[in-house]
């Protein structure tokens, strides 16, 4: 597994543990931000890897990049998913592709790699169809996306 690869799914298991945390609505993203390291060192350590760790260190900057522009992200992923809330999407789905918006969005990363990236990780984390799922999303985000 890559380097990146197992840092999105830290963030991705991160994301998944902050959905089921209680939080204040009105601190919003800085709620977030404040609660996601100590979950994020939790699940690094699980696989012996610690803060100064290359995949820690882009999962951190992942993480932080998804929280800071979670309503933007959230707004994106609502406009492509007809007929779908973001609150009916499965809770693993939604957060496969909140940090995949962000990377198309946020980071350098190509487009194709982090869709396929998504796809992967959707397929080990939840389901085949899943994968489809959210490669059809990504693929809509993506030919919308204004270009870098």
């Not at 890559?2 to 999105?8: D, E, F, I, S, T």
Request: aromatic share 8%; with cysteine; charged share 30%.
């Amino acid at each position: 597994m890559g380097l990146r690869r197992k840092a999105r799914e830290m963030v991705l298991q991160t994301l998944f543990a902050i959905d089921f945390q209680e939080r204040d609505p009105e601190f919003g993203e800085l709620g977030l931000l404040n609660h996601y390291e100590d979950i994020l060192i939790e699940i690094a350590a699980t696989d012996d890897i610690t803060p100064e760790d290359q995949r820690y260190v882009f999962a951190e900057d992942l993480i932080r990049c998804t929280i800071q522009n979670l309503s933007e992200i959230d707004s994106i992923i609502t406009k492509h998913t007809k007929n779908w809330s973001l609150e009916r999407l499965a809770t693993i789905d939604r957060n496969i592709l909140r940090l995949a918006v962000a990377e198309l969005y946020f980071t350098d990363t190509p487009a194709a790699i982090v869709i396929n990236e998504a796809i992967e990780i959707a397929k080990k984390f939840s389901t085949e169809q899943s994968g489809k799922f959210v490669n059809g999303i990504l693929d809509k985000i993506q030919s919308e996306q204004p270009k870098k």
